[in-house]
């Protein structure tokens, strides 16, 4: 194995400092947006069966989403990241089963060009969601994580993924170094996967050289 790091990078909750997804449900769609999020997160639901019931309740123009989307914090310690890796010619993608919509907003706002996949969020006499990065064999999310991480692997690359939630999982097992925190740790501890716990990308940045020096 190469030098080389391949970094994918979940988006909600882990380079924003909160869930956007979840934060946008909470202020404009319906009172049972959690009951139904918790069903996808049980894997009672798929993604796109809970972006459906979840955005047809939301009652927000185009205008006044931008501006919550541009509210809203990135992890501290990311900026720094990015550096680090822009410097040693690392390759960093944004894999999220989130919407493009925000992350385009969020990115721009802080003046980042980063490769990224995510489901589409458009209007269309309401809020409608498209999945162009489905797994037709495997539903359950939206962006299939774990096929785009075998699709863009490299070789002589290590692979690095950092997360923190449910449509973490898959991922991470596909990846030679894992960062986790909150639900993603869980699961790692629960299957035996080696993981690196974080709280922020500070912390990411101070492990992450002495980790690729022991792989290499």
């Not at 909600?12 to 319906?30: F, H, L, P, Q, W």
């Not at 898959?170 to 960062?179: E, L, M, N, R, Y």
């Not at 974080?198 to 290499?216: A, T």
Request: some cysteine; hydrophobic content about 35%; overall charge negative.
């Amino acid at each position: 194995m190469g030098e080389k790091l391949i970094i994918f990078m979940d988006f909600d909750g882990t380079i924003s400092r909160e869930d956007v997804c979840n934060k946008m449900a909470a202020r404009y769609a319906g009172r049972d947006w959690e009951e139904i999020n918790r069903l996808w997160e049980e894997g009672v639901i798929t993604t796109g069966e809970c972006a459906s019931r979840i955005l047809s309740s939301m009652e927000v123009g185009a205008a006044e989403l931008e501006a919550f989307f541009q509210a809203q914090e990135v992890d501290p310690g990311f900026s720094s990241f990015l550096d680090w890796v822009r410097k040693k010619q690392h390759l960093p993608i944004i894999l999220s089963d989130g919407y493009d919509r925000y992350i385009k907003s969020i990115l721009r706002g802080q003046g980042w060009e980063i490769e990224f996949y995510a489901n589409k969020l458009y209007w269309n006499d309401g809020w409608r969601m498209e999945s162009p990065y489905l797994d037709e064999e495997c539903p359950q999310c939206g962006v299939c994580k774990s096929k785009i991480i075998r699709e863009r692997s490299l070789p002589g690359y290590l692979t690095v993924y950092i997360g923190d939630g449910y449509s973490d999982f898959c991922p991470a097992a596909s990846c030679d170094i894992v960062f986790a925190k909150n639900e993603l740790a869980g699961y790692c501890r629960k299957e035996g996967l080696t993981y690196y716990p974080y709280r922020d990308f500070h912390d990411i940045l101070q492990q992450l050289p002495g980790i690729i020096r022991n792989k290499v």
